[in-house]
């Protein structure tokens, strides 16, 4: 059973950085593109970043330059390094799992981050 845990969020002030976790504790995060969506209030959930099992990354070009995803696949882990963060970049964010071959997907409960200016 995948159960996606994330943590690190909070609140911040514009520039500042925060590091996002998303912990995986089932057993086919080696199998699985990994990503990071965001949903701000009165918006749509949109992806911010994702890596594949082999550690290739594609990110939303709001964030390109300021955010770095990467995983370690020892633990079980997905990050999200935030730089230079803008009130923008308000929003509830989501890790996400798509192990391949399945037509699944799993989210995690979701981690609060607010920067203010």
């Known amino acids: 059973q995948v159960q996606l845990v994330e943590s690190g969020g909070g609140l911040v002030q514009a520039g500042g950085s925060l590091k996002l976790s998303c912990v995986d504790s089932?057993?086919?995060?080696?199998?699985?593109?990994m990503g990071w969506y965001r949903q701000a209030p009165g918006k749509q959930r949109e992806l911010v970043a994702d890596?594949?099992?082999?550690?290739?990354?594609n990110y939303a070009d709001s964030v390109k330059g300021r955010f770095t995803i990467s995983r370690d696949n020892a633990k079980n882990t997905v990050y999200l390094q935030m730089n230079s963060l803008k009130p923008e970049d308000t929003a509830v964010y989501y890790c996400?799992?798509?192990?391949?071959?399945?037509?699944?997907?799993?989210w995690g409960q979701g981690t609060q981050v607010t920067v203010s200016s």
């Open positions: 890596i594949t099992s082999g550690g290739n990354t």
């Open positions: 089932g057993s086919i995060f080696r199998i699985s593109r």
């Open positions: 996400n799992q798509q192990p391949y071959g399945r037509l699944v997907n799993y």
